[in-house]
């Protein structure tokens, strides 16, 4: 069984870093691209950026170039979300997701079949 | 770059059909065949309904079907169930930096 497993809430203050993770597991976790999604209470899914997993090649969505990293780590088949200064504007839903393909080129970038519960990210002096 | 526009939400009584639409642009919905809807209930992550414009993933019900024409795409809801009661948000490839659209997302009201 293909699961995405992402790692708890956390609770920060503005100014701190913070990293999160989300373990693969039921598949081969190179073959297929792992996606990042943000959803601010109340609101919509924003994409925030992607990695190969195989090399650790990211594409950012320009709104969170910058100011997030996306990075991964294939012996453990897991990948994070990293922030090095959170901003209370930072409080959101975050997910994992991953690319219903094999297909690893540049335009295989939308339809995520496994996605992870979620991790909830609270910023907050 | 914007956000895919959605209605922000639809209704309909159980059996009926509704569609949902998604108007983009001609660098995203208009150019290509990388068209995604998915269903989100309340506390919980998406689920993937349609990729790749019309095809469901394994699990999913006929009752969901997927089109596009021109700069629209839609979703299609057939004998609506109470179960479908969700927000549904569409997704796009672009061929800008952005790489990646979502719609604002519809709520489906099952009457």
């Known amino acids: 069984e293909v699961q995405l497993v992402q790692s708890g809430a956390e609770v920060k203050k503005p100014g701190e870093s913070l990293r999160i993770s989300c373990k693969g597991s039921g598949y081969t976790f190179t073959s297929h691209w792992i996606n990042w999604v943000r959803q601010m209470p109340g609101k919509g899914l924003e994409w925030m950026g992607r990695i190969d997993p195989t090399d650790s090649y990211t594409n950012y969505s320009p709104s969170f170039q910058g100011h997030v990293t996306i990075s991964a780590d294939r012996s453990t088949s897991t990948a994070y979300l990293q922030w090095s200064s959170l901003k209370a504007s930072d409080t959101a839903m975050y997910y994992c997701?991953?690319?219903?393909?094999?297909?690893?080129?540049?335009?295989?970038?939308?339809?995520?079949?496994?996605w992870g519960q979620g991790t909830l990210v609270t910023v907050s002096s | 770059q914007s956000a895919l526009t959605q209605p922000a939400s639809v209704s309909g009584s159980p059996g009926q059909s509704i569609t949902i639409s998604c108007t983009g642009t001609?660098?995203?919905?208009?150019?290509?065949?990388?068209v995604s809807w998915y269903q989100q209930r309340p506390g919980k992550p998406p689920i993937l309904m349609i990729y790749?414009?019309?095809n469901r993933p394994s699990g999913i019900s006929n009752r969901f079907s997927g089109s596009k024409s021109g700069l629209t795409a839609s979703l299609t809801v057939s004998g609506l169930q109470a179960e479908d009661e969700a927000d549904y948000y569409c997704?796009?490839?672009?061929?800008?930096?952005?790489?990646?659209?979502f719609g604002g997302g519809t709520k489906l009201t099952v009457l």
């Open positions: 997704s796009s490839y672009t061929n800008t930096t952005t790489l990646v659209l």
């Open positions: 001609s660098g995203d919905i208009g150019a290509y065949n990388f």
């Open positions: 997701a991953r690319h219903h393909s094999t297909d690893m080129s540049y335009t295989s970038a939308v339809g995520y079949d496994h």
């Open positions: 790749d414009v019309s």
